[in-house]
Every structure is written in structure tokens, then in C-alpha cells.
């Protein structure tokens, strides 16, 4: 087992190209959070807009996003939408998944604040609170600590998602993995280790949560 251990984790520098395979999954996860979460912070203020063509809008975004399976959305914007163009296999990758975690956030947040006491804003306003102060100081702390859970899976799964982007030559931790396992005919142990690393990475997005949580608590 020594043996086989070492020719898939460190003869020929394997543990290197692990490690750059972890970054690339890494850097693509979080730059699809950060843009996702802006956007879907856009969506959901559209599809919670009172302007009927906004909303409308906004829920075909959503419904096509949240339905589409993402490695046929990759598919389509690198072969397609952004084929003969500059961009680099990793942009068009983030640009993807951005799109697809917009949607989902937007729904996320959309059912949060929906779920949310309206007679604590409706108080606040007669005490002359503004609306964006009822908003922002009542409304909102509540529909974040709704969304938190739930928020927390969505990137889970968005990092999870990210193992698709092997087929449009992008070096990740998932083709990484499948190249040392035909390299080494391991494939068994190999997907193992494979999989143990998700499972760390997915760990380590559960304890920043906890973490937060944790001074979040002391806070109060």
C-alpha cells in the first residue's frame, strides 16, 4: 500500500499538480461565489420588483438557470457563446457557474425575505423608520439568518459542480486526479483520495460557517 500510496501522491511530483488542481477548483469556486452572489442579489431585487416586466424577467432567469444541467451551460458557453473569442477556459468557466449560482442565490434570497416578519416592518414604519431603513435594519438581518443555511449548501454544491470543468481543458483537481489514476492504473485509490479532498474542501466551507456562527453568537 506504501507503495502504491507513493506513486500516486508523490513520485513524479504528483502532490505538486494535486495541489495545483485544489487551486484551480479553489479559484473558480470562489470568483463563481463572489460574481454569482452579486448578480443574484440583482436578480432577486428584480424579481421581487413591482415593475411586472422585471419580474417576469427575472423568473425566466431564474427558472431557465436553476433548470439547465451545468455541464451542458458550460458546453454551450465555451463551444458556443464565447467559441473564437479571447477568453481563457477558466473566465468562461466562472462566467458559468456565476450565472447558475445567481440564480439559485436569487431564489435563496427571494424565500428568505418572504419568510421574514412583515408586522416588524410595518412596526418599525409607523415608529418613522424609512423603507429602506425598515429594510435594511429589520427585514434584512432576518432573511440572512434564513438564507445562511441554506446559502452554505449552495456552496457546497457549486464546488461540487466545479468537477465538470475538465471537459473544456481546464487542469482542475477532478482531471487531475483521472489523469494520475490512468497514469498509475489505480484508479480505485486513487478516486478515493479524490474524493477525500472534496470532502476536506466541503469541510473547511462547513467551518468558516461555524466559525461565524460561533462569533456570531458571542457577538450577541
Not at 477568453?87 to 445567481?102: C, G, P, R
Not at 431564489?107 to 435594511?136: C, N, P
Not at 478515493?192 to 468558516?208: E, N, Q, R, S, T
Request: proline letters at 2%.
Amino acid at each position: 500500500m506504501g507503495e502504491i500510496l507513493y506513486k500516486i501522491l508523490i513520485k513524479g511530483g504528483s502532490y505538486l499538480t494535486i495541489w495545483r488542481g485544489v487551486q484551480a477548483t479553489v479559484y473558480i469556486t470562489l470568483m463563481s461565489l463572489i460574481f454569482g452572489t452579486l448578480l443574484g442579489i440583482c436578480v432577486c431585487a428584480l424579481r421581487m420588483s413591482r415593475v411586472k416586466i422585471l419580474s417576469v424577467f427575472a423568473n425566466v432567469y431564474i427558472t431557465l438557470l436553476r433548470g439547465s444541467p451545468v455541464l451542458m451551460l458550460l458546453m454551450l458557453m465555451y463551444y458556443g457563446v464565447f467559441a473564437g473569442t479571447d477568453f481563457e477556459a477558466d473566465s468562461i468557466a466562472i462566467v458559468t457557474f456565476a450565472l447558475n449560482v445567481a440564480a439559485h442565490v436569487a431564489e435563496i434570497l427571494r424565500a428568505a425575505i418572504s419568510a421574514t416578519d412583515h408586522g416588524q416592518v410595518e412596526a418599525a414604519r409607523t415608529l418613522g423608520f424609512s423603507k429602506f431603513q425598515a429594510f435594511y435594519l429589520v427585514t434584512f438581518p432576518q432573511a440572512l439568518r434564513i438564507a445562511k443555511p441554506v446559502y452554505q449548501s449552495a456552496i457546497v454544491n457549486l464546488l461540487q459542480w466545479t468537477s465538470v470543468v475538465g471537459y473544456v481543458s481546464i487542469t482542475d483537481l477532478t482531471r487531475v486526479i483521472n489523469n494520475i489514476a490512468s497514469r498509475t492504473m489505480q484508479p480505485m485509490i486513487t478516486i478515493v483520495i479524490g474524493m477525500l479532498i472534496y470532502l476536506v474542501l466541503a469541510y473547511v466551507i462547513h467551518g468558516i460557517f461555524a466559525i461565524t456562527d460561533y462569533f456570531g453568537v458571542r457577538k450577541s
